[in-house]
């Protein structure tokens, strides 16, 4: 099958340091092409991912900037190129709406992110041409009336990520400074259970900066430091050392790639419950998750008793670069079938 990948234009497939959506295409590309797939991926002329690559932008463009025509000029392109492919995977928000000029393309489309008003109007009036692949049961049941054809969670190339003893002695935070994340909540966590806490955040934005310096800053010093934003190397070599994952999101995340990224170290995960988080920790045995500050220091006070080595199992089983792969492959199969017998003559 020869499958186009279309990415947005935001940020290099794979990231550099920060960057979701753009280590899941890079592994979804990766995996399809192990799986002895043709796979073309249209991303940015910065991105490093080992398939056949086009781009509109030499340099990723930093998100959201350019705005909307950005993103469309990008995707204009894009489909001047993938025609010939079997099926289109759009990841771009502007995509699938632009893709009805090309009735002939067989396509899918996933949300990564919220299914907020706008982006519910959006999916909402593309999925009658376009299935709408969800990336948890949580965010799918949140859709409302936006149909969804599946349900496909994210996966990670285990062989990337080293297997840690956990004998750093301190928690992590990994994720962007944004007080839904619960940067602040993490320190508060961290002091009430004795444990030192390394904060590893993106901090680019304007908003990011100002809860910094309002909410996060006020509070560091002694064990809980603060060391920006990391690069991959020193992303797994955190990961590797942390006793937990201490992740205290504060909104209904769609998935959470940071957990699972964890769990493939062998770091347990501790959480709040919100969201996809009980969809990836396995209460007790990958993990613990609890709803406020005190049962999140009580959570970190036991994590050091779980079993490292089932974090790291739940990953090969549920959220690999070879599951990933074939769920995908899975879906298009089913879409390419229907679409063979939409375009079937009818029957004089």
Known sequence: ??????????????????????????????????????????????????????????QALGVGVGGMAAELRH??????????????????????VYA????????????????????????????????????????????????????????????????????????????????EKGVHTAVEVARA???????????????????????????????VEYLGEVGNDDKLDLLSGALCLLNPIAWPEPFGMVMVEALACGTPVVATPRGAAPEIVDQGVTGLLAPDTAGLAAAVARVGGLDRHACRRSVQERFSMARLAEDHVALYEQVLARRAVQLQPSAA
Not at 136 to 146: E, K, N, P
């Open 193 to 223: 259970a004795g444990v030192p806490l390394r904060i590893a955040a993106k901090m680019r934005e304007e908003a990011e900066q100002a809860y910094f310096a309002e909410r996060v800053k006020p509070l560091l010093g002694g064990e």
């Open 75 to 96: 995707v204009i392109a894009a489909y001047d190129l993938v025609r010939e492919a079997d099926i289109v995977h759009d990841h771009t928000v502007v995509g699938p």
């Open 1 to 58: 099958m020869r499958i186009a990948i279309v990415a947005p234009p935001w940020v290099p497939v794979p990231p550099p340091a920060y960057g979701g959506a753009e280590a899941v295409l890079d592994t979804l590309a990766r995996g399809l092409r192990r799986a002895g797939h043709a796979v073309v991926l249209y991303a940015t002329g910065d991105s490093t991912c080992p398939v056949e690559r086009a781009w509109t932008y030499e």
């Open 100 to 179: 009805g000029r090309f009735p002939e393309l067989a396509m899918v489309t996933t949300n990564h992110g919220p299914f907020d008003a706008e982006l519910a109007a959006v999916y909402g009036v593309v999925t009658g041409r376009v299935p709408l692949i969800a990336i948890s049961h949580h965010q799918a049941s949140t859709a409302g009336a936006v149909p969804v054809a599946g349900v496909i969670h994210h996966g990670v190339d285990l062989d990337r990520f080293p297997f840690g003893r956990g004998d750093g002695g301190y928690a992590l935070f990994l994720g962007r400074m944004t007080p």
